[in-house]
């Protein structure tokens, strides 16, 4: 079963507008989450986190919305430059099923697209 | 500079044969982690280790095996038991549990 959900495989854009990626979770007890951002070939790059503990936190033009009682996270890009094309990750971190160690967990991606 | 470093980045490997896939840090981290990458299915878990040797297996590690003798290296081994092979793996590693992994460049492995 997925435990980390993005649900649009791709979103499309223009420039200077905002754009919204979404994911969903099941698992209650993750406390950590994450955004990536990949190019084709390459390896993921961290974008920004989230704690549990919060609700929002900012980075530039990059925004995180927490929501746990909804167990929904966003990003929010503004204003989307066309440097931004790529595949989007979210992931999450929990505690696995022995209880000593932490697995991160990571959802099946959305391509965006900026238009020029 | 610091970095996390796969080796090589492109693999040919015939049915069969065992092959081992190379992740060294410099980072100082204690966590690392492999994925596999396939088209559609976003970064699945293969193996975890918080701590040398110790690991955990991740969502899909049937056909694959690893080892943490040393802080800053975490082969993962590709075993002719893993029913389909070819895909991108990514290693990465984060200092400790909540904190922003780092990934390498990837390994893109071919089964021929």
């Known amino acids: 079963d997925q435990q980390v959900k993005q649900n649009s495989p791709s979103l499309s854009v223009q420039e200077g507008r905002i754009s919204i990626l979404n994911c969903d979770y099941t698992?209650?007890?993750?406390?950590?989450f994450l955004w990536y951002k990949k190019y084709p070939a390459e390896g993921p790059t961290f974008l920004i986190s989230?704690?549990?503990?919060?609700d929002k936190n900012e980075d530039g033009r990059f925004t995180v919305f927490l929501n746990k009682s909804a167990k929904h996270l966003s990003l929010h890009i503004v204003p989307s430059q066309p440097g931004d094309s790529a595949v989007y990750f979210c992931?999450?971190?929990?505690?696995?099923?022995?209880?000593?160690?932490?697995?991160?967990?990571f959802g099946k991606g959305t391509l965006l697209t900026v238009n020029p | 500079d610091g970095g996390i470093t796969q080796s090589p980045k492109y693999l040919f490997r015939k049915e069969g044969q065992n092959v081992t896939l190379s992740c060294e840090q410099n980072?100082?981290?204690?966590?690392m982690y492999w994925y596999r990458q396939d088209p559609g299915q976003g970064l699945r878990l293969i193996y975890y280790s918080q701590i040398v040797n110790d690991f955990q297996k991740g969502d899909i590690a049937e056909g694959y095996s690893v080892s943490r003798e040393k802080k800053e290296s975490f082969p993962l081994t590709v075993t002719s038991a893993q029913k389909n092979p070819t895909a991108f793996y990514l290693c990465?590693?984060?200092?400790?549990?909540?904190?922003?992994?780092?990934f390498g460049q990837g390994t893109r492995l071919t089964v021929v």
């Open positions: 980072l100082n981290h204690d966590a």
């Open positions: 989230i704690s549990s503990i919060k």
């Open positions: 990465a590693s984060s200092i400790t549990y909540n904190t922003e992994a780092f």
């Open positions: 698992n209650s007890m993750f406390d950590y």
């Open positions: 992931a999450a971190s929990a505690q696995d099923s022995g209880g000593s160690n932490y697995k991160l967990t």
